[in-house]
T-cell receptor
Framework: DQQVKQNSPSLSVQEGRISILNCDYT??????FLWYKKYPAEGPTFLIS?????DKNEDGRFTVFLNKSAKHLSLHIVPSQPGDSAVYFC??????????????FGKGTHLIIQP | NAGVTQTPKFQVLKTGQSMTLQCAQD?????MYWYRQDPGMGLRLIYY???????DKGEVPNGYNVSRLNKREFSLRLESAAPSQTSVYFC??????????????FGEGSRLTVL
């Protein structure tokens, strides 16, 4: 059963507007969440993370929101730029192992920024 | 800095052939991972090594073996390749230690086709 779900395979947004990517999780033991960005023919690169003790984390144009009660997180990109066109993966880890046993990834959302 | 380096980048095998994917990291990280990415499936963990000298199965270990040769190197071996192992393989590393959290750093990927 999928523990991290990204229900939108793709999302199209106009340049300059806000992009909102959503992620839901089912495992209540997850306590650390990350977003990765992936361009074609490249490996995923880390974008932003959030610990379960917070509900928001900002880094420049990128903000991640966490709603623990709903087991939901979202990534906001403001303003969206053409270089943001990529596949975005939501990922999570459990606290017990310190995360050394890897991350659980969603299936990804392909974000397309239109000029 | 090279970061995480994977070889080869591309490989075509016939069913039943064997091969080894090599991975090396120069960031002095403790933990290393092998993931595979398939269309519509996201990234799935094959094996991981939380520290030098240890290896553990991930979500999809069948048909694979791994070796943590030293702190820098973590190889993935397919003993008898099957068409179902056609995929893009990513090696990753992390500075994770017990009780801590951190992001994974990925290599550029190895595209394997099994005919």
């Amino acid at each position: 059963d999928q523990q991290v779900k990204q229900n939108s395979p793709s999302l199209s947004v106009q340049e300059g507007r806000i992009s909102i990517l959503n992620c839901d999780y089912t495992n209540s033991m997850f306590d650390y969440f990350l977003w990765y960005k992936k361009y074609p023919a490249e490996g995923p690169t880390f974008l932003i993370s959030i610990s379960s003790i917070k509900d928001k984390n900002e880094d420049g144009r990128f903000t991640v929101f966490l709603n623990k009660s709903a087991k939901h997180l979202s990534l906001h990109i403001v303003p969206s730029q053409p270089g943001d066109s990529a596949v975005y993966f939501c990922a999570a880890s459990e606290g017990s192992g310190g995360g050394a046993d890897g991350l659980t990834f969603g299936k990804g959302t392909h974000l397309i920024i239109q000029p | 800095n090279a970061g995480v380096t994977q070889t080869p980048k591309f490989q075509v095998l016939k069913t039943g052939q064997s091969m080894t994917l090599q991975c090396a990291q120069d960031m002095n990280h403790n933990s290393m991972y092998w993931y595979r990415q398939d269309p519509g499936m996201g990234l799935r963990l094959i094996y991981y090594s939380a520290s030098e000298g240890t290896t553990d199965k991930g979500e999809v270990p069948n048909g694979y073996n791994v070796s943590r040769l030293n702190k820098r190197e973590f190889s993935l071996r397919l003993e008898s390749a099957a068409p179902s192992q056609t995929s893009v393989y990513f090696c990753a590393s992390s500075r994770w230690t017990s009780g801590g959290h951190g992001e994974l750093f990925f290599g550029e990927g190895s595209r394997l086709t099994v005919l």
